[in-house]
T-cell receptor, first 110, second 114 residues
């Protein structure tokens, strides 16, 4: 499975967009990009996933570059409750393997 | 709909004692995962079940860890004997075959070994 690289930490002002980058330069054509987040003392929570096209749901938007070697998770209007660790994961579409890295710790500042 | 249920939520034991964690996945989810999470680290996969079959247990320390999912529903993870380094959060997750692949996690079981 492809590995991912994320910055260890980021800050974002409340109400502003939070843009969390992820590099997955060795991603294969059949691997999806998934994003999860983990709020302190809770289990990880699914946010969004995509293969090639950009995706949007009620929580976030996912922008995948054309070469698929990197992606960005966008929280359009960050709130204090978005303070969490965000994990970017690549997953083979025919398998159920999910391997987490160390993620990005996002702190939303009032 | 109930989510993934884990128990106990917290457990404190002395080293060399046994401990067991229980997980009940979301109804109908045939894939079940056990993850270990150390402080400040991401979850690390211990074992993955497809129904009652363990299809990926390569990261499970088999000298002291064991797991079972006898009827393909709930699962138990056991450590015997526990060591100081086993202090961590043990997370259970489940997913639905053929679905979006989304993992649903429980709240985890926090183990402290003294």
């Amino acid at each position: 499975d492809a590995k991912t690289t994320q910055p260890p930490s980021m800050d974002c002002a409340e109400g502003r967009a939070a843009n969390l980058p992820c590099n997955h330069s060795t991603i294969s054509g059949n691997e999806y990009v998934y994003w999860y987040r983990q709020i302190h003392s809770q289990g990880p929570q699914y946010i969004i996933h995509g293969l090639k096209n950009n995706e949007t749901n009620e929580m976030a938007s996912l922008i995948i570059t054309e070469d698929r070697k990197s992606s960005t998770l966008i929280l359009p209007h960050a709130t204090l409750r978005d303070t969490a660790v965000y994990y970017c994961i690549v997953r083979v579409n025919t398998g159920n393997q999910f391997y987490f890295g160390t993620g990005t710790s996002l702190t939303v500042i009032p | 709909e109930a989510g993934v249920v884990q128990s106990p939520r917290y457990k404190i034991i002395e080293k060399k004692q046994p401990v067991a964690f229980w997980c009940n996945p979301i109804s109908g989810h045939n894939t079940l995962y056990w993850y270990l999470q150390n402080l400040g680290q991401g979850p690390e996969l211990l074992i993955r079940y497809e129904n009652e079959e363990a299809v990926d247990d390569s990261q499970l320390p088999k000298d002291r860890f064991s797991a079972e999912r006898l009827k393909g529903v709930d699962s138990t993870l056991k450590i015997q004997p526990a060591e100081l380094g086993d202090s961590a959060v043990y997370l259970c997750a489940s997913s639905l075959a053929g679905g979006t692949g989304e993992l649903f996690f429980g709240e985890g079981s926090r183990l402290t070994v003294l």
